[in-house]
T-cell receptor, first 115, second 113 residues
Framework: GEDVEQSLFLSVREGDSSVINCTYT??????LYWYKQEPGAGLQLLTY?????DMKQDQRLTVLLNKKDKHLSLRIADTQTGDSAIYFC???????????????FGKGTKLSVIP | KAGVTQTPRYLIKTRGQQVTLSCSPI?????VSWYQQTPGQGLQFLFE???????NKGNFPGRFSGRQFSNSRSEMNVSTLELGDSALYLC????????????FGAGSRLTVL
């Protein structure tokens, strides 16, 4: 079945850039997503990218997609202490027979920002 | 615009009991999905409802069930609770469309003793 892999931890200094990486196995993935989860909260959508795009930029966030290598990355520029959270990569494959979609999530990368 | 509302936020049950969790989607969202989040397994898809019909189901035992009402609100039920059912249960709603962006609620944290 589909699988999404992420490294579990990342530590960066405040003001530096953070790069969180993700690999996926489903070659039929149509959309790929980045979600953020803060302690005690649900998942907040940060950004998403369509599979025929290479890059998407949204303020401090840059998403890079290498479809050939099935590799997705999220770059956070000028990382702040408020960015400390768990970041999940997710992929959306082809729909089921009933037209339903489900997302397959990675285990999440815990980003710690050192002041 | 109100977000996805899940109730209760926290609950404690004992083994063998059953539990019902509720989810009110964003107004206008007709699709509701449920996910289980545990430290060991991460986020796993439970089921998805659209127009009161279950369209998709994850790999969970029959003790896990759900339903959706005509106003798109959804409930999930877990019967005969086991210790391993302790988890954060997340509900997400979406409009149908290409990107199918899921908007998540804050979750219901279930502890089974």
């Amino acid at each position: 079945g589909e699988d999404v892999e992420q490294s579990l931890f990342l530590s960066v200094r405040e003001g530096d850039s953070s790069v969180i990486n993700c690999t996926y196995t489903d070659s039929s993935s149509t959309y790929l997503y980045w979600y953020k989860q803060e302690p005690g909260a649900g998942l907040q959508l940060l950004t998403y990218i369509f599979s025929n795009m290479d890059m998407k930029q949204d303020q401090r966030l840059t998403v890079l997609l290498n479809k050939k290598d099935k590799h997705l990355s999220l770059r956070i520029a000028d990382t702040q202490t408020g960015d400390s959270a768990i970041y999940f990569c997710a992929e959306k494959g082809l729909p089921s027979g009933a037209g339903s979609y489900q997302l397959t999530f990675g285990k999440g990368t815990k980003l710690s920002v050192i002041p | 615009k109100a977000g996805v509302t899940q109730t209760p936020r926290y609950l404690i049950k004992t083994r063998g009991q059953q539990v019902t969790l509720s989810c009110s989607p964003i107004s206008g969202h007709r699709s509701v999905s449920w996910y289980q989040q545990t430290p060991g397994q991460g986020l796993q898809f439970l089921f998805e409802y659209f127009s009161e019909t279950q369209r998709n189901k994850g790999n969970f035992p029959g003790r896990f069930s759900g339903r959706q009402f005509s106003n798109s609100r959804s409930e999930m039920n877990v019967s005969t609770l086991e210790l391993g059912d302790s988890a954060l249960y997340l509900c997400a709603s979406s409009v149908t469309g290409q990107a199918n962006v899921l908007t998540f609620g804050a979750g219901s944290r279930l502890t089974v003793l």
